[in-house]
């Protein structure tokens, strides 16, 4: 590998090339990596080195070249990934497995070291010989979620052609044996020329992990990535006997449970509050005091659950509340009162 003066300032590099790697306003998917317009011209990266991971840490950026070293622009989840690679000579394939990374150059001014560490693995494209004299810009579908500065790379098999070296600019970084993914940030000396990758990120408003644009119909609801699901559960039958409260549902919900026992009061501005000797003249009114609240899983269809001391409730008026919210957050509540009576002294 060349490992020679590279033609840029880092934190030059990131200041312009922030800006201009920014997208559009309104746009809803962002490019970023390599233009691809260049034909790989190094000898496999790994080489005699077998298989290695190199990672993309400069690259030129739209609309005039200059160089950009911030990595992806935004948050959200790769859905696209393209390159322009062939094998060595030779032989009828090579392999790449994309990925993303976060790399740093921890002394700016050593420009032949850099540290890096493997965050997460994309799919696996077999690069064949291309069919003609041009190498063509290959494409797969992927879901890969991607953070903010993170950076593409991939694991390449020994014959991969897939850089692009200007005058022995470093750009990329290669790393044998290849990065593993939770191994921590490891060291490379070993640095190239422009990686002749890039991918396409769309939002994950909702954060499932799928592309807002063309994976997710419903990108307000992590639990769907069909249609959005705004059906609320149905509450019916909610009634208390002996202590006990019996329900059911129209599907399986996350249940709450509020109990409170009706007392007398007094309107004191908007509230109705207990009883005192300086409100006794106030308006009467019925307050609530909570004796209880608890949660638990209501399943579909008829659901019992005892209340707190429910067969110790002293006579009185007592109101009980259950709000049942579904996977997808729709919520729905029922309130019903119920009367204990006095129990009659046996003669």
């Not at 690259?59 to 935004?74: K, L, Q």
Request: hydrophobic content about 35%; some cysteine.
């Amino acid at each position: 590998m060349r490992n020679l003066r590279t033609r840029v300032i880092i934190a030059a590099v990131c200041v312009l090339g922030g800006v201009l790697a920014l997208p559009a306003a309104g746009q809803a998917a962002t490019n970023f990596g390599s233009r691809l317009q260049n034909e790989p011209s190094n000898s496999g990266e790994c080489g005699m080195l077998g298989p290695c991971t190199i990672v993309s840490f400069i690259h030129p950026s739209d609309p005039n070249g200059d160089p950009y070293a911030g990595g992806a622009p935004v948050d959200g989840v790769i859905t696209k990934f393209r390159i322009r690679a062939f094998p060595e000579g030779g032989t009828a394939s090579a392999t790449a497995t994309f990925l993303v990374a976060d790399i740093e150059r921890p002394n700016p001014a050593d420009e032949d070291t850099a540290l890096a560490a493997r965050t997460g693995i994309g799919p696996t494209l077999t690069i064949p010989e291309p069919p003609g004299i041009d190498t063509p810009t290959l494409e797969i579908g992927g879901r890969l979620p991607v953070r903010k500065g993170q950076h593409l790379g991939v694991d390449a098999s020994p014959n991969l052609w897939a850089t692009y070296n200007n005058s022995g600019d470093q750009f990329s970084y290669v790393f044998a044996p290849p990065l593993v993914e939770g191994a921590g940030k490891r060291g490379s000396t070993e640095s190239t020329g422009e990686l002749l990758i890039a991918g396409t990120i769309e939002p994950d408003a909702d954060g499932d992990g799928f592309g807002d644009e063309t994976q997710d119909r419903c990108p307000r609801q992590a639990t769907t990535q069909g249609d959005c699901d705004d059906t609320k559960p149905v509450v019916e039958n909610l009634k208390v006997e002996k202590g006990v409260a019996t329900y059911s549902l129209s599907e399986a919900a996350t249940v709450t449970l509020l109990l409170e026992k009706k007392l007398p009061g007094r309107r004191v501005g908007k509230s109705c509050v207990k009883q005192t000797p300086k409100n006794k003249t106030k308006k009467r009114c019925a307050r609530f005091k909570q004796l209880a609240a608890f949660a638990g899983t209501g399943n579909a269809g008829g659901n019992t659950v005892s209340l707190p001391n429910g067969k110790k409730l002293k006579a009185g008026r007592y109101r009980l509340t259950l709000t049942a919210r579904d996977v997808a957050g729709n919520e729905t509540k029922a309130t019903i009162t119920f009367v204990v009576k006095k129990k009659k002294k046996r003669k």
